[in-house]
């Protein structure tokens, strides 16, 4: 689990160049659901400012209607 958690953090620095050239929403997320890196893009089509995605305080299924967050978790 900590290898796991070590790769992440790793795919999130390795995600800034990618992220930051990109033109279109994207975003970054843990095995629980909670964003941690989100583009700029993403950001203005969601509508959340960028506080919400650092650290986790944002969860992919709260972005999600029920039905898509039910598909998601099975």
């Not at 689990?1 to 033109?23: C, H, P, T």
Request: proline residues 1%; contains cysteine; glycine residues 10%.
């Amino acid at each position: 689990l900590v290898f796991i958690e070590e790769a992440f953090e790793r795919l999130l620095l390795d995600y800034d160049r990618v992220f930051s050239a990109m033109g279109v929403p994207a975003c970054l997320w843990g095995r629980t659901g909670e964003i941690y890196k989100g583009n700029r893009e993403f950001l203005e089509f969601v509508g959340v400012n960028g506080y919400m995605m650092r650290d986790g305080h944002l969860c992919i299924y709260e972005l999600m209607a029920e039905g898509s967050a039910v598909n998601y978790w099975e």
